[in-house]
T-cell receptor, first 114, second 115 residues
Framework: DQQVKQNSPSLSVQEGRISILNCDYTNSMFDYFLWYKKYPAEGPTFLISISSIKDKNEDGRFTVFLNKSAKHLSLHIVPSQPGDSAVYFCAASEAEFGNEKLTFGTGTRLTIIP | DVKVTQSSRYLVKRTGEKVFLECVQDMDHENMFWYRQDPGLGLRLIYFSYDVKMKEKGDIPEGYSVSREKKERFSLILESASTNQTSMYLC??????????????FGEGSRLTVL
């Protein structure tokens, strides 16, 4: 049972435009969410996080939005750059477990077209 | 910079062999983790450790064991490798104790093929 779902396996966006990556979750106990980025042949790297007390967190070109009632979060990248081409994983955990028990989505491969 | 180093980038083993995957971190992190990544399944937690000689099962511990004799080193052991353990294995570490939400730092991964 996939508790964190990324329904789009891939996404292509023109350079300079906005990239929107989506993530849905089913476990209402999740209250901490993260996005990781992974290049081929490298380990994932942390991108941005959000706790359930917020509905938005921004870091430079990256913004994560959380809609708790819909159990949905999204990552916005503006403007998209070629170096953003990677696989993006969303992840979630319950506060009680911190991120020992991170549940990851299946990933979305983002391709930025120059 | 935090560095998490996995000893082998690529391994090919035969069914039934014992396999050791080694991971070393250089930032004195208390917590260390082993994940596997498979297409269509994302990253799944196998085991984690929050202190030396301490370990806890993740979501898919069957067929695996771990060892943490020193703070900087966390080993994943496949006692008898099987073809369904062919995967990319990722080690990660994090500072802080249990229940923390600090950033996970990942190694580059070890791609294991079991024939």
């Amino acid at each position: 049972d996939q508790q964190v779902k990324q329904n789009s396996p891939s996404l292509s966006v023109q350079e300079g435009r906005i990239s929107i990556l989506n993530c849905d979750y089913t476990n209402s106990m999740f209250d901490y969410f993260l996005w990781y980025k992974k290049y081929p042949a490298e380990g994932p790297t942390f991108l941005i996080s959000i706790s359930s007390i917020k509905d938005k967190n921004e870091d430079g070109r990256f913004t994560v939005f959380l809609n708790k009632s819909a159990k949905h979060l999204s990552l916005h990248i503006v403007p998209s750059q070629p170096g953003d081409s990677a696989v993006y994983f969303c992840a979630a955990s319950e506060a009680e477990f911190g991120n020992e028990k991170l549940t990851f989505g299946t990933g979305t491969r983002l391709t930025i077209i120059p | 910079d935090v560095k998490v180093t996995q000893s082998s980038r690529y391994l090919v083993k035969r069914t039934g062999e014992k396999v050791f995957l080694e991971c070393v971190q250089d930032m004195d992190h208390e917590n260390m983790f082993w994940y596997r990544q498979d297409p269509g399944l994302g990253l799944r937690l196998i085991y984690f450790s929050y202190d030396v000689k301490m370990k806890e099962k993740g979501d898919i511990p069957e067929g695996y064991s771990v060892s943490r004799e020193k703070k900087e080193r966390f080993s994943l052991i496949l006692e008898s490798a099987s073809t369904n353990q062919t995967s990319m294995y990722l080690c990660a570490s994090r500072s802080g104790g249990r229940g923390g939400t600090g950033e996970l730092f990942f190694g580059e991964g070890s791609r294991l093929t079991v024939l």
